[in-house]
């Protein structure tokens, strides 16, 4: 997809040979974005791979392991059989005996007994090697179902997550290049708003065209009760205070709780949300130029899936 996307830039940039300035700078901001998104989805892929590659190496060691006790259950197998056919020769040579010499007799009962007490060591250890092999068995199965539940777990995370940008996107459609931007980026899904769609300057009342945009977000979010919802206001590094304000990380509070009251009153539970202000310090762009501190001046809302089951399954 991201080929794509980028495939589409070149055209653009190749057909349209008007493009101001600005706009070539966003194009390539955005394609400077999309190729940091998948050089991190690699990463997060990396990781995943380096995780099941390691399970796999484990359930090889116990498949060895299993063929190992295999390997002894049949010698210690033979070994009783063999110990089975001296007891049966001796039991014959005892019934000779008997009637020849009580000595004799003795002797053979002896063996005899020697030999009954070794076979029922081997047949102890046969018992046990056994039940060793039963128990590894069971691990052996129940990790490759673990493995199988955990890769399934993820699959269905990332495609909800897949669609849950969908939908997001589909539903803030009239608000593309207006300063709202919706992107999935390691396994969550990122509604980044600039203020000019929301407020004014040195302001956290939401304008109405930004409050439009964010209820129709909290059409979806109260839909999916089961997403978590961080909303982070950002801002430039220019100075900022008033009488009610006392600097940048006051606003860009300020400005995240007035997106909160948006989606609580448009029935988002307020168990999903969580507020929070970056204040100056999480910059997307440089501050040297108008532009980008207009991109840095923005609220992100990041949503992200339950992952109680996948944690679960990690942790046992």
Same mark, same amino acid.
């Given at each position: ?42 990463? $997060?892929?990396?990781?995943? $791979? ?67 007490? $070794? ?28 493995? !199988? ?6 699959? /269905? ?11 997001? *996107?589909?539903?803030?459609?009239? @608000? ?22 929301? @407020? ?7 304008? /109405? ?22 909303? /982070? ?6 100075? @900022? ?8 990380? !006051? ?12 989606? /609580? ?19 997307? *762009? ?31």
């Amino acid at each position: 997809m991201i080929k794509k996307i980028s495939l589409g830039i070149i055209v653009a940039m190749v057909t349209v040979s008007c493009v101001s300035k600005k706009v070539f700078t966003d194009l390539e901001g955005k394609y400077k974005q999309l190729q940091d998104e998948n050089k991190e989805l690699l990463v $997060q892929n990396d990781d995943l $791979q380096l995780n099941k590659n390691e399970n796999k190496d484990y359930i090889k060691k116990l498949e060895n392991k299993q063929t190992d006790l295999l390997q002894k259950e049949k010698a210690l197998q033979r070994e009783a059989d063999a110990l089975r056919n001296s007891y049966a020769e001796l039991k014959k040579t005892y019934d000779l005996l008997a009637s020849k010499s009580s000595s004799a007799l003795e002797k053979n009962a002896v063996e005899n007994r020697k030999l009954l007490s $070794q076979l029922d060591e081997k047949e102890t250890k046969l018992l046990e090697e056994g039940a060793r092999l039963r128990k590894l068995e069971n691990e052996l199965s129940e990790r490759s179902s673990r493995i !199988d539940e955990l890769e399934k777990l993820i699959a /269905e995370k990332e495609a909800a997550m897949q669609q849950l940008k969908t939908t997001v *996107a589909n539903a803030l459609k009239g @608000f593309e290049g207006k300063g709202l931007t919706v992107v999935n980026k390691n396994g969550k899904v990122y509604v980044s708003m600039e203020n000019k769609l929301l @407020f004014s300057s040195g302001s956290w009342a939401v304008g /109405e065209n930004g409050a439009n945009a964010v209820k129709k977000l909290a059409r979806v979010l109260a839909n999916n009760p089961d997403i978590s919802v961080l909303i /982070e206001g950002h801002t430039d590094n220019d100075p @900022f205070h008033g009488p009610v304000i006392k600097d940048n990380w !006051d606003l860009s509070v300020k400005r995240a709780t007035a997106i909160v009251r948006i989606l /609580e009153d448009a029935n988002v539970d307020a168990k999903q949300i969580t507020a929070a202000g970056k204040g100056e310090y999480v910059p997307v *762009a440089s501050n040297n130029s108008k532009e980008g501190k207009a991109k840095n001046r923005r609220i992100e809302i990041i949503l992200s899936p339950n992952l109680d089951e996948i944690a679960k399954l990690l942790t046992e």
